[in-house]
């Protein structure tokens, strides 16, 4: 952001030093409603960018939570399934939480996956199908336990796909110039008091910037200084070893 506000204070200065003052203002006239149209339509386009990207985020952080609460189902409903079974099913829940908080979450910031991670819930699904409900409870319970592993398959899916693809580069390189086109503009006008003119110019740069670095910090969910934390994921981690600590000092 620094950077883009010197550079068109830097531009400013030059067009000041090579072009003189009354030429610029003879394009006062036709130069201020060509910027309101050209001001207009980069402000609907980066207002509707920046709306999307934030809903973008929000969707991702959604299918996180939701990703996280299908495991947890599962989990407890395996409770009532046979004990092989249910260790089975626990423990293939507990490894594929820890995998994606210690392991996958960190290869998300390269649009990567783990292929591991990927195993679990294939195997976890196997493990919930591949059931032959035997008591009423366990035939009220097996329907709901399908429903919930798919869920789960399906908001991983969800949450790779949105990792794997961030936004596209044919929209940055449109954002990207449509801003230097907005701040190019403002050369064409002149002010006697140069340095205030340096100073709206500094400020209309330093707004598109913001604008453009809120496109960048929420238009990657996975990756940045902004993204989405697996805390959901960490809490189901932790659920899962007490429960199953748990179950264990039970037994012994």
């Known amino acids: 952001m620094t950077l883009g506000v010197a550079l068109s204070v830097v531009g400013l200065i030059l067009v000041r030093q090579k ?13 201020g409603y060509m910027l309101s149209v050209v001001g207009t339509m980069y402000a609907v386009l980066l207002g509707l960018v920046v709306v999307d990207s ?21 989990f407890v409903l395996s409770r009532r399934f046979p004990e092989d ?13 820890t995998e994606v908080v210690e392991v996958e979450w960190d290869m998300m910031d390269d649009g990567l996956k783990s292929p591991k991670a ?3 819930v294939f195997d976890l699904m196997h493990e919930v199908i591949d059931f032959e409900p035997v008591t009423e ?22 949450r790779t796909n949105v ?5 596209p580069i044919e929209e940055w390189v449109v954002l990207v110039l449509g801003g230097l086109v907005c701040t190019v503009f403002a050369y064409f006008f002149g002010l006697r ?15 598109i910037a913001l604008n453009l670095f809120l496109v960048l910090m ?35």
């Not at 072009?19 to 130069?31: I, K, S």
């Not at 990792?163 to 936004?167: A, F, L, R, V, Y």
Request: hydrophobic share 40%; aromatic share 8%.
């Open 54 to 74: 934030m809903t973008r985020f929000q969707e991702a952080r959604t299918i996180v939570e939701t990703e996280a609460n299908s495991l947890a189902d599962v």
């Open 163 to 167: 990792s794997d693809n961030g936004m």
């Open 19 to 31: 072009v003189d003052f009354d030429r610029l203002t003879e394009n006062h006239e036709v130069g």
């Open 85 to 97: 079974k249910r260790k089975k099913i626990e423990n293939l829940c507990l490894n594929y939480a």
């Open 193 to 207: 008091n140069l340095k205030a003119q340096l100073i709206m110019t500094g400020l209309s740069s330093a707004l």
């Open 218 to 252: 929420f238009g990657y969910p996975f990756s940045g200084d902004m993204k989405i934390k697996p805390d959901a994921l960490k809490v189901d981690q932790l659920i899962f070893k007490n429960l199953l600590g748990l179950s264990n000092n039970m037994q012994l």
């Open 118 to 120: 990927r195993k679990m």
């Open 137 to 158: 409870s366990q035939k009220a319970i097996y329907p709901i336990a399908v429903e919930s592993v798919t869920e789960l398959w399906d908001n991983r899916r969800a």
